[in-house]
């Protein structure tokens, strides 16, 4: 967390983020004739459901195993659960910010920065959770114009401003000045609950 403290030291603007559906928008890289592909064996009620919704597409390729229909689909996007989406992810997310002229952190490569109106603008994210920083709040505004220009065609972009921010379980108060508190009593004492 010492962008945390970097944060609270410097008076920055700080700005958490969620990406809607992140592993569906990162596509499949190209395949080749004769590389393998990712294929989904799809059975039961939803065989019926594509069928009724698009009949064209994947009528003529439905099969019976055992008698029941089954429907074998190419993967064209990242899906939760694929051992390789978070990577998907990741490196779409990363090609996309160095787009925007962001330089990735050497030693953590979940931290990014640039410059932007002679301050350094920074992003901090885990998989879909982001957290933003810069001195000029509209520097971040337009952070999470471009955040949800970009991907939010899958639902929209949960942007969260303010001095106190839920981010991974913990609780990020920056009331006060020039100091960063963080909390995660509310986080232990849920999994203490739930803990059969």
């Not at 990242?78 to 990735?104: C, H, N, P, T, V």
């Not at 520097?139 to 955040?147: G, H």
Request: charged share 30%.
């Amino acid at each position: 967390m010492l962008t945390g403290v970097i944060d609270a030291h410097e008076g920055r603007d700080v700005m958490t983020a969620d990406v809607p559906n992140a592993f569906i928008q990162a596509p499949m890289p190209e395949v080749e004739p004769g590389d393998e592909r990712v294929m989904m064996k799809i059975t039961g009620v939803l065989v019926d459901m594509l069928v009724k919704l698009a009949p064209e597409v994947y009528g003529p390729f439905v099969v019976f195993e055992n008698g029941k229909k089954v429907l074998y689909v190419q993967v064209l996007k990242a899906i939760y659960g694929m051992l390789q989406a978070a990577l998907l992810w990741y490196k779409k997310f990363r090609s996309d910010l160095e787009g925007q002229g962001f330089k990735f952190n050497p030693y953590d490569p979940c931290v990014a920065n640039r410059q932007v109106k002679g301050s350094q603008h920074t992003i901090l994210f885990h998989v879909d959770d982001l957290k933003c920083s810069h001195k000029n709040s509209r520097v971040n505004d337009d952070f999470a114009k471009w955040l949800e220009k970009t991907y939010g065609k899958h639902g929209k972009v949960k942007v969260h401003r303010g001095k106190v921010h839920e981010y991974l379980g913990m609780k990020l108060d920056y009331s006060e000045k020039k100091k960063l508190k963080v909390d995660m009593r509310d986080y232990v004492t849920g999994m203490l609950e739930a803990f059969p």
